[in-house]
């Protein structure tokens, strides 16, 4: 009991490293106990739990209501769901310009019909771990450090997370290589700059600035940097290998706007 007490204090005095700790811990409980990948709920199993130890119930039920905080301008759904887009796009006519060569856009010549509902099952399966990056971590961080700062350790943290995914065969991050992890981490410090200036502008709302715009980043790389279709999805077939040139340079743009916004806003990530 009296160890019990001692670590409960520890955690509350500690609770961003305690999250994390806690979010490795639980995450990757398939791979070191065995088997492969991770468990993508891990993050926000973790923030619940950070929430509720350092809050109490009202801390768990803001964390909540986070998620749902769906009251802001109209203007930043347009920017949450269509900026990855505008990303891709651009990588796509710069390798135009530099190779003449265009992606297939399998997806929207065959079954652009189903974009919705691709979308939907993206949500309800990709971005779950949200409630604990976004939700939990970066409201603390902030805290203790500048807008910047806490993109960068967030991001490192997400991009390290994924490494059982690179271990697993057929993940998306298995096709892109282990020599690729890097790469991925400073997409990952990128993507969090951008989703903390959302964050930020939406008074906190981990629905537009964690779950709806990662799952746009997913949903827009697929089906426009990838031959994904939903028919093959649903049939279970092996993922396309995807083209590096076009990530590489998705990532590039993102990262120069999150340069833009940077500077911008003085490093504040709010204008």
Known sequence: MKFLKSLLKLVRKYPIISFFILT?????????????????????????????????????????????????NITWYAITLLLPALFCLIAIAINFLLTKKL?????????????????????????????????????????????????????????IWHLPEFLRHGSPQYMMGLGFLPLFTISEITNSILMLWIFNKTKGSTLLGGFLFHNSLNFWDNVLLTELTFSGLIKGEALPQPDMRLFILEGVVATFVAIILLIATKGKLWI
């Not at 950070?50 to 009202?58: P, Q, T």
């Not at 019909?113 to 409201?139: H, N, Q």
Request: no cysteine; hydrophobic share 50%.
């Open 24 to 72: 490795f811990l639980i995450s990757w409980i398939p791979w070191y106990t065995g088997g492969s990948g991770f468990l993508v709920i891990g993050p926000s199993i973790a923030g619940l739990i950070m929430a509720f130890l350092v809050g109490g119930k009202r801390g768990f039920q803001n964390l909540l209501k986070s998620a749902i905080h769906w009251k802001v």
């Open 103 to 159: 992606p297939n856009f399998t997806f929207f010549k065959k079954e652009w019909y189903f974009a919705p509902l691709l979308f939907f099952l993206m949500f309800i399966d990709g971005p779950l771990e949200e409630l604990g990056w976004r939700g939990f971590a970066t409201p603390k961080l902030q805290q203790k450090l500048s807008p910047l700062l806490t993109g960068v350790v967030i991001g490192i943290s997400w991009g």
